[in-house]
């Protein structure tokens, strides 16, 4: 039996853009309840929009004018009635699936042999994600994104700790698949970022053994960097850094430049001839460093910091070439109790001496100390204090 209905037939047909803004290939989006399709039948110029059921089907429409099944193209018009002749099974079906099936299925209503679909408005998944992220638990999603969209969202972003190179995911039909998405991220292969439309449940792993790197790396857009403070000491002065903090999985040992590609890259301002670690002090591109151990990466800077025994102490413009006495006069010059003949620089947390400076270079810092005792000030205090309590004691006593 066949039901009467009202539909609107597209004036314009085309399948570009839309409101599933989302790029995936016919092979990769399964169907399931929920999704809004667009359904064309070429050979007709028609064109329907439908539904599938919570049961997993989808109607088969064919045109009707005057009561009868049209077989002959026909003018786009504003709307038109059909006869629904037949309802299909497509729960799990990709949408390649669908279309390779639609020609067969309706060969025995009408003489059409081309066929297009579209997903008009992908459905909602309630997924549920555990792991290290920010979030845990069921999360409402398009149907049409990727794991990384899940992911990148603030609210459920991962950890810094978070190993997304050993991503587990299992899907509706119950297989469990192992998703490096580090890799999609460094080589762009949408195999290691699959569409959720399979997708039942995401769990991301945490590091348990690794190298943390502090920071000008890049990242990746599902990782959370962890902000941590860095101290650089100048005497009793310190500069502190807003650091970008992240973890890279490391069993044993690895190669400093594979450890800044797992972290996602060197940002363009990182200092690579400054590097080091927190147990082996200074670092090349190719040295090792092992797991448990500290990268340090720091950032490229505009400023030199002037702290100590100058008459105004603070930041100061970098000055390519600029000696060591440009950037204390900028600062008002010594003050009366600098001992500049133990001036220093720290650098990348080293201390310097005044003879092997050399260049002053971005993010330094210059620390000029105080004289331990200058003679013909500090006699003359310490002089003027005694008398000070000598004629104290003598008024006390003679009362």
């Not at 569409?195 to 890049?218: E, F, T």
């Not at 363009?268 to 090349?284: M, N, P, Q, R, V």
């Amino acid at each position: 039996m066949s039901f009467l209905f009202t539909v609107v037939i597209f004036s314009q047909l085309t399948f570009g853009g839309g409101p599933a803004e989302e790029l995936f290939s016919d092979e990769e989006y399964a169907l399931g309840p929920g999704d809004s399709l667009q359904i064309l039948i070429k050979d007709l110029s028609f064109a329907f929009g439908t539904t599938i059921d919570f049961s997993g089907r989808l109607a088969l429409v064919t045109p009707v004018f005057g009561g009868q099944t049209s077989q002959t193209p026909l003018m786009p018009v504003q709307s038109v009635s059909y006869n629904i002749v037949d309802f299909k099974q497509v729960y799990n079906l990709t949408l390649k699936d669908l279309k390779d099936s639609l020609p067969f299925w309706y060969s025995k209503y009408l003489k059409a042999k081309e066929f297009d679909v579209r997903i008009l408005s992908p459905r909602v998944l309630s997924l549920f994600l555990t792991g290290a992220s920010e979030f845990n638990g069921p999360v409402p999603v398009r149907a049409s994104l990727r794991i990384s969209n899940v992911l990148a969202d603030t609210q459920r972003i991962c950890t810094f700790d978070a190993d997304i190179s050993k991503i587990t995911v299992i899907t509706y039909d119950g297989k469990v698949l192992e998703v490096n998405l580090e890799n999609y991220y460094t080589k762009g292969d949408l195999r290691d970022n699959p569409v959720l439309a399979k997708v039942k449940s995401i769990n991301v792993p945490k590091i348990k053994r690794g190298v943390k790197i502090l920071g000008a790396v890049k990242g990746y857009p599902v990782k959370k960097f962890k902000s941590q403070v860095l101290q650089a000491v100048a005497g009793t002065y310190l500069v502190t850094f807003d650091a970008n903090v992240m973890m890279i999985p490391c069993d044993d040992s690895i190669r400093v430049e594979d450890a800044l590609r797992k972290a996602g890259g060197l940002r363009s301002y990182a200092l690579i001839d400054e590097i080091y670690s927190a147990s082996k002090g200074k670092l090349t591109l190719q040295s090792f460093i092992s797991s448990g151990d500290v990268l340090y990466v720091p950032p490229f800077t505009d400023k030199v910091f002037v702290a100590g025994e100058v008459k105004s102490p603070g930041f100061v413009p970098y000055l390519p070439g600029a000696t060591l006495d440009t950037y204390l006069s900028y600062c008002g010059g010594y003050s009366t109790r600098a001992a500049s003949h133990r001036l220093y620089v720290v650098r990348a947390n080293k201390k310097i001496p005044k003879g092997k400076i050399g260049t002053v270079q971005p993010g330094d810092i210059i620390f000029v100390p105080e004289v331990r005792l200058k003679w013909f000030e500090d006699y003359l205090q310490l002089a003027q204090v005694i008398t000070s309590v000598l004629i104290t004691w003598v008024t006390l006593k003679n009362l």
